[in-house]
């Protein structure tokens, strides 16, 4: 029994019956169509809902760590300067 886009199989069961025992892919995560586990988004995407069945690109300027579950402005380089007033 094949779970659609955006869930995965129930591990916890020993047999599934219906697509109702499907789990939704957590904030994160995606999962294909027929997926037995969900597959982290890859550093620069993200999933910001659940039951989703693919990640998103981070726009220009911004970025997102793994399993991501939304983006955040690209941190900007100190200075020379700055890191020597902090040393």
Same mark, same amino acid.
């Given at each position: 029994? %094949?779970? %659609? =886009?955006?869930?995965?199989?129930?591990? *916890?069961? %020993? $047999?599934?019956? *219906? $697509?109702?025992?499907?789990?939704?892919?957590? !904030?994160?995560?995606?999962?294909?169509?027929?997926?037995?586990? /969900?597959?982290?988004?890859? %550093?620069?995407?993200? $999933? *910001?809902? /659940? =039951?989703?069945?693919?990640?998103?690109?981070?726009?220009? =300027?911004?970025?997102? #760590?793994?399993? /991501?579950? =939304?983006?955040? !402005?690209?941190?900007? &380089? @100190?200075? #020379? @300067?700055?890191?020597? &007033?902090? @040393?």
């Amino acid at each position: 029994l %094949p779970c %659609p =886009g955006g869930f995965h199989m129930n591990s *916890s069961l %020993p $047999v599934m019956t *219906s $697509v109702g025992d499907c789990v939704p892919c957590d !904030p994160g995560f995606f999962c294909s169509v027929g997926s037995e586990n /969900a597959t982290e988004c890859a %550093p620069g995407e993200f $999933v *910001s809902e /659940a =039951g989703q069945s693919s990640c998103s690109k981070c726009e220009r =300027g911004k970025y997102a #760590a793994e399993r /991501a579950s =939304g983006e955040s !402005p690209t941190p900007q &380089r @100190a200075s #020379a @300067a700055t890191r020597l &007033r902090r @040393a």
